[in-house]
T-cell receptor
Framework: DAGITQSPRHKVTETGTPVTLRCHQT?????MYWYRQDPGHGLRLIHY???????DKGEVSDGYSVSRSKTEDFLLTLESATSSQTSVYFC??????????????FGPGTRLTVL | KQEVTQIPAALSVPEGENLVLNCSFT??????LQWFRQDPGKGLTSLLL?????REQTSGRLNASLDKSSGRSTLYIAASQPGDSATYLC??????????FGTGTRLTIIP
């Protein structure tokens, strides 16, 4: 299994509070991604990173921000959580096409509930 | 905007049967197509990746085909086993390094 961990694995919070999810990799891969998975919608990309301090928006980026200060860590922040952000959040990594493969490897997920 | 569809949403078959899962996409300008497996409460596991220049990829009892011009891919599972029960997702990559996912097919193998 690819060395990807997510923390916390479960979190319950209240509307309006800030939340930060962490993704940590030990593979030294260039690309990192944050997805959310909801019934009926599948996986949707929130933000992704193509290098340290290099990030870009995905399909559903509103209400989320990200930071990547080190290759191994990619943080997802909900500045003011809302009930619509209740979801399962997955981090993924990829070495990228310049390394010969863009297979994505996924972390175990974080289940977030916003009350 | 790329859209990826997987039909049916759920499928049940008796153990030992061969089966085919379907994936279709609207924009044929893809870089590759990937098939993943997801067990309940778990993350995704990559099964097969087909480059746009390829027609198929095989891994053990799994065979994935790609017809880019028609916007279709199939995942063939031979001699199904109860351990194959999971949700199977396909995803397409375009010019950037991002994937667009289908909503998946939930497969149940009946012992």
């Amino acid at each position: 299994d690819a060395g990807i961990t997510q923390s916390p694995r479960h979190k319950v919070t209240e509307t309006g509070t800030p939340v930060t999810l962490r993704c940590h990799q030990t593979e030294n891969h260039r690309y990192m991604y944050w997805y959310r998975q909801d019934p009926g919608h599948g996986l949707r990309l929130i933000h992704y990173s193509y290098g340290v301090k290099d990030t870009d928006k995905g399909e559903v980026s509103d209400g989320y921000s990200v930071s990547r200060s080190k290759t191994e860590d990619f943080l997802l922040t909900l500045e003011s959580a809302t009930s619509s952000q209740t979801s399962v959040y997955f981090c993924a990594i990829s070495a990228g096409r310049e390394r010969g493969t863009d297979t994505q490897y996924f972390g175990p997920g974080t289940r977030l509930t916003v009350l | 905007k790329q859209e990826v569809t997987q039909i049916p949403a759920a499928l049940s078959v008796p153990e030992g049967e061969n089966l085919v899962l379907n994936c279709s996409f609207t924009d044929s300008a893809i870089y590759n197509l990937q098939w993943f497996r997801q067990d309940p409460g778990k993350g995704l596991t990559s099964l097969l990746l087909i480059q746009s220049s390829q027609r198929e990829q095989t891994s053990g009892r799994l065979n994935a085909s790609l017809d880019k011009s028609s916007g279709r891919s199939t995942l063939y599972i031979a001699a199904s086993q109860p351990g194959d029960s999971a949700t199977y997702l396909c995803a397409v990559a375009q010019g950037n390094e991002k994937l667009t996912f289908g909503t998946g097919t939930r497969l149940t193998i009946i012992p």
